[in-house]
């Protein structure tokens, strides 16, 4: 931007990001080139810039833009002077951090899947054991209902496994 709020140059990197065409913003003013909310975030910053003397600010923004696709900002605007200090324009650098936050997301998630996995297979181990030592130490020595007996731990046992493996992938 220009001393007049005008836009003066566009990267490639700022195009492909917001989906713009260069010709419908340069030499514009921004408050009438860029949607009203898109403006009031500029003029927030330019705000912020002349009122503190500050001579670069750095926001976290999330923006919809034109295809209705959200994106998180990482959003730098520094105030520029020539040589005599004398102020010439304003250079905004905008960091996608969409993906990176996705990535963050995605792997929150699956450090809780490995923790709930953890905490349920906990049990599980102590449970097959016990049928396996019960099925082991008791099946010889009983005569009365000794196929429920052995149908019983079988299942127990079994039944353990195919939850181990649930979860197992459910955690991966």
Known sequence: ?????????????????????????????????????????????LKELLT??????ERHLRVTIRRGETLSLQVNM?????DWQHPIGFVIVFDNLTNLEKAQRLAAWQEVARRIAHEIKNPLTPIQLSAQRLRKRYLDTITENRDIFDQCTATIINQVDEIKNLVSEFSD
Do not use: C, W, Y
């Open 52 to 57: 503190t003397g500050k001579s670069t600010i």
């Open 78 to 82: 520094t105030r520029m002077v020539d």
């Open 1 to 45: 931007l220009d001393e007049d709020n005008r836009i003066t140059t566009i990267n490639r990197f700022a195009e492909k990001l917001l989906a713009i065409q260069p010709a419908a913003f340069l030499g514009k003013n921004f408050h009438t080139a860029l949607p009203k909310q898109h403006a009031l975030i500029v003029e927030s910053f």
